[in-house]
């Protein structure tokens, strides 16, 4: 069973962030509209087919408003759901809901849409490489984007410039070459992390599989140009695929023989989930 606060890790400063920007001047329409004895049920469904990824998240927003507010997850993290499924069902004083529900659904939206185009991605490669996403996630929600990423079915690559090493086009030119920087990076990182390096043609990555790098990051080349990468390497380092590679190429890319492919796209410009919160009316109704 996937215990979701042991793989986002703690997100009250996400929370309080978040809140800040809605209520910093309180909630001045749901005070003037409803009185504060007043209690509400609403429900959460999704608008269009989607991978969830969230609920927790959501959940404590609305518990941030009020301790006493009572959230029921109807799925877990990582469902698929057709559209028209209610998700979650919330319940408490009308005011809190209302107070709670856009910043709920704004995080709730992105990694719900995080998740559904990982699923996408994850589905066209197959079992035949790694999906992972990259550095270019929404800052100050990085821990949201990575586990809606892994509720997809993708997998990370580093959480930060100090969790790997990875030589880059900036890094080779300010080292004066690929050589220098991977023998570099031998000497002085530590000796527990693998050394990656970013290539754009053959001929780098010639020099950097000598220069003993362990992983190759090939960017920005087309299918023959990876076909060619693939043989070349035959198998002296793991290979891996970034820039360029669309939902529309990536079952091509995942039989060349690569290990992994990271996407930008997954965190760094996804469309939200199409995900509401509906108020029941006085009669009990709320579709």
């Known amino acids: 069973m996937r215990d979701p606060w042991s793989e986002i890790g703690p997100v009250a400063e996400i929370i309080d962030t978040a809140l800040a920007e809605d209520l ?41 408003v009020e301790p006493g507010v009572g959230f029921a997850a109807y799925v877990r993290d990582g469902a698929r759901v057709a559209v028209g499924t209610e998700i979650a069902c919330i319940e408490g004083p009308a005011q809190a809901l209302l107070a709670g529900e856009r910043t709920a659904l704004n995080l709730l939206q992105r990694m719900s849409g995080v998740a559904t185009l990982t699923r996408a991605y994850v589905d066209a490669a197959g079992e035949r490489c790694r999906i992972t996403d990259t550095r270019k996630t929404m800052p100050g929600l990085r821990a949201l984007d990575r586990y809606a990423v892994r509720c997809g079915g993708g997998h990370n690559h580093r959480n930060d410039l100090g969790a790997a090493v990875l030589i880059k086009e900036n890094h080779v030119r300010a080292a004066g070459g690929i050589t220098p920087a991977i023998e570099r990076a031998r000497r002085l990182a530590p000796h527990t992390m693998k050394i990656e390096c970013e290539v754009t043609s053959h001929d780098e990555l010639r020099e950097a599989l000598a220069a003993g790098a362990d992983i190759i990051m090939l960017d920005n080349m087309d299918d023959a140009a990876v076909r060619e990468a693939v043989a070349i390497t035959a198998g002296k380092a793991i290979l891996e695929v970034s820039g360029g590679v669309g939902l529309e190429r990536i079952a091509a890319v995942a039989q060349l023989g690569i290990d992994v492919i990271s996407v930008g796209r997954l965190t760094h410009s996804v469309p939200a989930a199409d995900i509401s919160l509906l108020f029941e009316r006085a009669d009990g109704t709320w579709a």
């Open 24 to 64: 910093a001047s309180g909630d001045v329409t749901g005070r003037a509209t409803v009185s504060p004895e007043v209690r509400a049920r609403a429900h959460m469904v999704a608008k269009a087919n989607l991978v969830v990824a969230g609920l927790p998240v959501a959940e404590a927003v609305f518990r941030r």
